[in-house]
């Protein structure tokens, strides 16, 4: 859907909306949050794993928004162009706390699920036997590190040269975190299944 | 099989799992592939890791935030001065966030914002009236229009009349039958400011007269990109 075509509250599209907020009506603005929030929100607390840093999070991606929203041109979708400053706002927040999560050392817990482990005999594939639930608790059981580059390839949709850019790190260390990162939902998958098996 | 040591062809589990992060998006070589076909161990963990990759595409944002985020943005948004918290329209003070404009463009001075507007089209007129006159009296002419960018200490009427003047003599040069449209046009656009601007000054807290005049000086600008546009060759 374009963002021409989306419709707000009956009488605003979403691109109107934006070129109001732009000369500061606040209503606009407010109908821009109503339909943006869930997808940052969302994106906020996959990243971070941490609900009430999700929303304090959520609250200063819309406050960026609303100070910077003058300079969109409408180069990209607005989504789009949110989304990114959203994904920024996470990464800054990280980046001050400290974290080693934006570290993309390959250092990073070394090994664990390094290439040459021994995956042990076969089981039963996961196909069929994740739900929603249950991959949402995986991916927040994630070191924050595989969290941070899983949530941005696979769920958000970034490329691996987008996120290099994004964390400033290679292409090839993007994709040694992410297969990682999915090394590690398997097993928290395998053992969620298997707790869940042994309780019934 | 599955101890990482055994496989099909050429390859062992050890081998392909070293390039696995690589394989689950290409698709792997045929060396990769025929050990895919009969290591079932490595079958099986490849065909997981694209399930969770493709049930990972399908969460969809569901989750919502509570009502003290949009509170929380509102009340940052009432402190900095860019939103009134009394308003129940939620105009906005000025046209631009009063952040990127410091606490001392509020209240009755907010009327500067368009004013600045109207001076950078005024300087873009005096940069291309300079490249009619010599290199000297465009100098002049642009250091002059640089100080006036100075609000602090300028009569913003005084100003705007020079600004006018000027206007006025870059199309009577250039388009002699428009001047006197512009004159009248420049008229009712200064009478329309003049009007909004009492009524700001009667009352600085009155949302619509600021309103009002920051739309005339929006109108005033206009005119002046207008006119910068037919002056010139």
């Known amino acids: 859907m374009t963002q021409a075509k989306k419709t707000l509250v009956p009488g605003l599209s979403e691109a109107e909306a934006i070129d109001r907020a732009k000369r500061g009506d606040a209503e606009s603005f407010e109908a821009l949050y109503a339909l943006h929030k869930r997808r940052v929100y969302s994106l906020c607390l996959r990243m971070t794993g941490n609900t009430a840093e999700a929303e304090d999070l959520t609250q200063e991606a819309f406050l960026q928004l609303y100070r910077k929203i003058a300079t969109f041109r409408g180069e990209s979708a607005f989504s789009t162009w949110l989304h990114r400053l959203a994904v920024n706002v996470v990464l800054m927040h990280l980046r001050k706390k400290g974290l080693p999560e934006v570290s993309l050392e390959e250092s990073l817990e070394p090994q664990e699920d390094g290439p040459k482990k021994d995956i042990g005999a076969r089981d039963n594939v996961l196909a069929g036997s994740i739900d929603r639930v249950n991959l949402e608790r995986a991916i927040e059981s994630l070191p924050p590190g595989y969290r941070i580059i899983f949530v941005l390839h696979d769920v958000e949709g970034y490329e691996h040269n987008e996120i290099a850019e994004i964390m400033g790190c290679s292409i090839g260390n993007s994709k040694s975190q992410l297969h990682k990162a999915r090394m590690k939902l398997r097993d928290l998958l395998k053992l969620s299944r298997t707790e869940k098996v042994a309780r019934t | ?233």
């Open chain 2, 1 to 233: 099989m599955g101890k990482g040591v055994s496989g099909g062809g050429n390859m062992n589990c050890g081998e392909f799992q070293e390039s696995l992060a690589y394989i689950i998006d290409t698709g792997g070589n045929a060396k990769q592939k025929e050990h895919l076909k009969e290591c079932s161990v490595c079958s099986d963990l490849v065909s997981d890791l694209r399930y969770i990759a493709d049930q990972a595409k399908l969460l969809v944002p569901m989750l919502e935030p509570s009502s003290r985020v949009w509170d929380g943005i509102k009340t940052s948004l009432e402190q900095e001065g860019v939103v009134k918290n009394r308003t129940a329209r939620g105009r906005l003070l000025g046209i631009l966030p009063a952040s990127r404009w410091g606490p001392g463009t509020r209240g009755s001075g907010i009327w500067m914002l368009p004013i600045a507007a109207l001076v950078l089209v005024a300087v873009g007129l005096l940069a291309y009236r300079s490249t009619l006159s010599s290199r000297q009296t465009a100098s002049a002419e642009l250091s002059s229009s640089n100080s006036a960018l100075n609000f602090t200490n300028v009569d913003s009427d005084a100003m705007s009349d020079n600004q006018d003047q000027q206007l006025l003599a870059a199309i009577a040069a250039r388009a002699p039958e428009m001047r006197q449209s512009y004159e009248q046009d420049l008229r009712n656009v200064n009478a329309y400011i003049s009007d909004e601007r009492k009524s700001v000054d009667t009352d600085p807290d009155d949302e619509d007269a600021r309103q009002a005049l920051n739309e005339a000086y929006r109108e005033k600008a206009m005119l002046y990109e207008i006119a910068v546009q037919h002056s010139q060759p």
